[in-house]
């Protein structure tokens, strides 16, 4: 009986089971993804990350030191890749690990006949880095090494114990002159020698003349008669007079003058306003003059404010004046509009 009623009881939870079906399942489903996406985040955060390797080439048996991110345990493999090897193209060898951030391993042997060396080295499954193995014809070469750096100047020794004396030195040179004494007394004038004999006086023969060369005859040229002067001819007749010419083009007009006082003009402003674009406009009466009235003529704008008297600002000796009119206004038309501000003004 024990036994029937514990399985009727099991009858009974699959049962409830069964009632609470598709909640019960998605809660189940919606536990497993929450696992599996912190197990693959576990997982992407633990990966080895490489950043950089020092040297970056090498020969067989150099050491390389590898920095990057999330390095553990004490020691772990290192994948090296070399296309241009001639027997094997990539090697595993085991790195020792320093720290989380920090592992070494020595370069292994790649027999390259050809080609740059240019490989690539990862560790544990990290991402790959750029790495070039020396090729063995230069490795067993061996470069000089660098001059090693000047050691340090020693300690000054003791003062040694003072030497024999050594023997006298020559002769030191003569002193310097003496200074001249002073011009002795005048001596007795000599007498005179005896004179030399004249010696006899030189003579050249002179050269025969030469021949003069005889005169050339005289060459003469015949005269031509002169000709017989022609007869005046007869005055002609005045020709008739010639017809008037054509009034030649008008000058151009001067420059206007300066408005008289108590005359008025106007003065004129305009500007084609893009659409949305907004421009103000002060037409200026000339110094010294005032306006004393003025219109705005604007279309097919969204706003047009102004239309009022403009004070300029005056010298310091003269008092302000309403010298031009202003007025403001935006376009509202793709093909712009023409804003035009017309100031009248009163000569003083």
Known sequence: MHHRRQS?????ATDQTIKRGPTGRLGLLAGLVSLLVSLGSAQAASAWHLTSVSPTSGCPGTEVTFTGTNFRGTSTNVAWSDPSATLFTSQSTSAKVIGSTKATALVPLFVQLSGTGAGSVSIDGSNGTGFTYTTLQTCLKGATGAQGVTGATGATGATGATGATGPAGDSGSNGATGATGATGPAGDSGSNGATGATGPQGEGATGATGVQGATGPQGEGATGATGVQGATGPQGSTGPQGGTGQQGPTGAS????PAGPGDTYTVESFYDIPN???????????SHDVVIGGWTQAVNVTSLTGDKRYAAIAGAEEPPAAQGWTATATGSRPTGVTLVVVAVCLHS
Not at 8 to 12: F, P, V
Not at 254 to 257: E, H, I, R, S
Not at 276 to 286: I, N, S, V, Y
């Open 276 to 286: 949305e674009e907004t421009a103000t406009l002060t037409p200026l009466c000339h």
């Open 254 to 257: 001067g420059d206007t003058g």
């Open 8 to 12: 009727m009881h099991n009858s009974n």
